[in-house]
């Protein structure tokens, strides 16, 4: 018979509390596919290329799970201490009946636990099966194909998700049963009073809410304006100035409400009594409002910054060259003995040269693989032998750097002292090949001009962007005591596969300055392009796993090269991490925020219970009680959620002030129409919420219209 109960109480609490139980599959949906991340197919991948970020991201992982666990744990707490209430006549006709609390315990407890036993039973399995099909989908949508795709399971992940929700729930049901088993019987079988508090005269709330949009309004300039990112002083102060405007906004929100109860004149039924409830909401549960609001923002601001950063790291664009090999030119017999003299030269790692490296590809049937393969040199100005380079003023750009500080007082780029006495130079020629093959026009320069390379992922956009027009200003510069002057714009197109060289600042000299002044003191980088007709299967990952592999084999250790799959791995960690990290939180954001939101507003009805017993014994019947609820939830739900929407539409574009790159900031409209997606994928998860708690606040509403309920 007991045993029958608690089978009872456990399928008519889920049913009741379908708001609650959907949340917690959510959560653990949540929790396994991120702490499964090892297992996915391009973590996988990315690993075998940057082991280390992979090993801190997935750290950083584990602390986010922890935090979620925390928050969670308020969440789970705090819908148990409702559904404990919403059961407090029925607990208290139990002990009333004789049940010792030793045995109520017992029965709550072993309810909990079946609860928790339906929602790991329903949420494993999909997170499984959610866990395989972003490993899919993200292999495809990366472009790395369904590399040795293996459907596992990740029994450590599902042991940290069970033990960490069984954890949570069970701390959350004994803080809730100790609070219970130390009131009396009477005060079970009592509902609860309505929460009574002294109003505030309603100047104050318009003060109030008139500061608090003030302050939102500063926040939003500060945050667009990129005066947030500047340093992270001013990037505390604004997150402080929203948080602050954000709960001053919901406290003063109660003069607006008494106005639209006061003003706004209906035919329908128990509109007053609709609009004395919103206020009475606004009033007592202003706090919890603005933190549900803060929580969607956060989510939307995730999820904008997750698509902020997928368009930063654009995977096949801004690249050029796909392999790099370190070369040097031949050495004469006399120059090798006289390096062995000075301990400069082991044969073993000295550099190969161009056309042994040609050899080596030929040799292998690779060279017929790219669609271009030829020199980049890159050199200094010849000094004499043993000279120091601070005693000469090879490069003089003093003209340059007077009329560049007239747009801004400082030049970032580490230690200019060096770039401006002794830069890199770079052969026309050599760059103008590179630029061709990006489907760029070739440099034009005449013998007294030199242009200017500046590596764009290493600099910032503002210098390059300002220093582009010191040079339409054509200023005259000194190299080597030659006069020079600076022509066309800063280059930014990338010379080399990846790290290789990325030297900050450099002169694109004519080949006739560069032989005269570089002589023989340069390096060449020998470029290729992988021609895609080519590609293995299609795929430039296996392309370069295979081309990697044979060169790798060879055993040739004066090798010195980089393809950009290193490059590559780089920006996949950066997408992938990135998009499960926020999508991640977002998701929880969002659960939570939802789900207190709901919680809150059926305590509250719950509370209210007298007020809809008076209006059934005054005529009003289950359609009309119905009506008034959903316009309630309505304004519950709607006004957080109103704030959220429009704080996030001025917190991503802030967001992508602060991390788009200037490439990307110039597609800025389009990504703010797929924010405005994001935005109504928002909508549309906030309307099934609406409708789940309208769904359980009905059957409520149902059961107060037979007074006289089965317990």
């Not at 019987?185 to 809410?209: C, E, F, N, W």
């Not at 639209?260 to 919103?278: E, M, N």
């Not at 582009?468 to 930014?492: A, D, I, N, Q, W």
Request: hydrophobic share 45%.
């Amino acid at each position: 018979m007991f045993s029958k109960l608690i089978i009872r109480n456990t399928k008519r609490s889920q049913k009741e509390n379908l708001l609650f139980m959907s949340s917690l599959v959510i959560s653990i949906i949540s929790f396994y596919v991120v702490l499964s991340l090892r297992n996915q197919d391009v973590i996988r991948y990315i690993e075998s290329l940057e082991s280390d970020a992979i090993n801190k991201l997935l750290m950083m992982v584990t602390a986010l799970y922890v935090f979620t666990l925390t928050i969670l744990f308020f969440l789970i707490y705090y819908a148990s201490k409702y559904q404990i209430e919403r059961r407090s006549h029925e607990l208290g006709v139990y002990l009333m009946m004789g049940m010792k609390r030793g045995k109520l315990f017992f029965m709550l407890f072993a309810e909990d636990i079946a609860s928790s036993l339906i929602a790991l039973g329903i949420g494993l399995p999909v997170a499984v099966l959610c866990s395989e099909l972003m490993s899919l989908i993200s292999v495809k949508l990366v472009g790395i194909g369904f590399i040795e795709h293996k459907v596992s399971l990740d029994y450590k992940a599902m042991g940290m998700t069970l033990l960490g929700f069984l954890i949570i729930k069970l701390a959350a049901f004994l803080r809730i049963s100790f609070s219970l088993f130390r009131k009396e019987v009477g005060t079970l079988l009592q509902d609860a009073p309505d929460t009574v508090k002294r109003q505030k005269h309603p100047a104050l709330y318009l003060i109030s809410s008139l500061i608090g949009i003030a302050c939102l309004c500063c926040a939003y300039y500060m945050s667009i304006k990129g005066y947030a990112w500047l340093t992270p002083g001013r990037m505390l102060i604004t997150v402080c100035v929203g948080l602050a405007g954000t709960f001053l906004l919901f406290w003063g929100m109660r003069f607006f409400i008494g106005i639209i109860a006061g003003r706004i004149r209906s035919s329908g039924k128990l509109h007053v009594f609709t609009f004395r409830q919103v206020q009475d909401t606004v009033i007592y549960k202003s706090g919890t409002m603005a933190v549900c609001s803060l929580l969607i923002l956060f989510a939307l601001i995730c999820l904008g910054s997750g698509v902020g950063l997928y368009f930063s790291y654009d995977l096949y664009e801004g690249h050029i060259m796909d392999y790099t090999f370190r070369c040097d030119r031949a050495l004469t017999e006399e120059e090798i003995e006289e390096l062995k003299d000075k301990g400069d030269f082991d044969e073993k790692y000295w550099p190969c040269t161009v056309d042994d490296v040609k050899d080596f590809l030929k040799e292998k049937d690779v060279y017929d693989r790219f669609s271009f393969i030829d020199e980049l040199r890159i050199g200094h100005v010849k000094l004499e032998e043993d000279a120091d380079i601070r005693d000469f003023d090879v490069y003089n750009m003093d003209n340059a750097m007077a009329i560049y500080r007239n747009y801004s007082d400082h030049f970032v780029y580490g230690d200019t002292e060096n770039y401006e006495k002794y830069p890199y130079l770079i052969r026309l020629s050599d760059y103008n090949k590179i630029l061709i093959n990006a489907g760029k026009k070739p440099i034009s320069l005449k013998e007294n001009e030199l242009s200017v390379y500046m590596d764009g992922s290493a600099g910032r956009d503002e210098t390059i962007e300002i220093f582009s027009k010191v040079m339409e200003e054509h200023p005259e510069v000194k190299l080597c005591g030659e006069s020079f002057y600076l022509t066309g714009t800063v280059h930014t197109e990338s010379i080399v596969a990846d790290y290789l060289l990325s030297p900050a600042y450099s002169l694109i000299v004519t080949d006739e300055v560069f032989d005269r002044l570089a002589q023989d003191n340069y390096v060449s980088y020998l470029n290729g392009i992988l021609d895609p007709d080519k590609y293995v299967d299609g795929n430039i990952f296996r392309t370069f796993d295979e081309i990697n592999g044979i060169i790798d084999a060879s055993g040739r250790d004066d090798f010195n090269y980089e393809s950009y799959l290193n490059n590559m791995g780089r920006q996949l960690f950066y997408l992938v991490g990135a998009s499960y990290v926020t999508v991640y939180l977002a998701l929880i954001f969002l659960v939570i925020g939802n789900t207190v939101l709901g919680v809150q507003f059926l305590m509250n009805q719950k509370k209210s219970s007298k007020r809809y017993k008076t209006l059934i014994k005054l005529g009003a019947d289950h359609k009309m009680l119905c009506g008034t609820s959903s316009k309630q939830i309505n304004w519950f739900f709607g006004i957080p959620v109103f704030v959220a929407t429009v704080s996030c539409i001025f917190g991503i574009r802030g967001l992508y002030t602060g991390i788009l790159s200037s490439r990307t900031k110039t597609a800025m409209s389009d990504i703010m129409q797929i924010a405005a997606v994001v935005i109504l994928v928002l909508i549309l998860i906030e309307c099934t919420y609406i409708f789940l708690v309208k769904r359980t606040s009905f059957k409520y509403l149902k059961s107060l219209m037979d007074p006289e309920r089965e317990e």
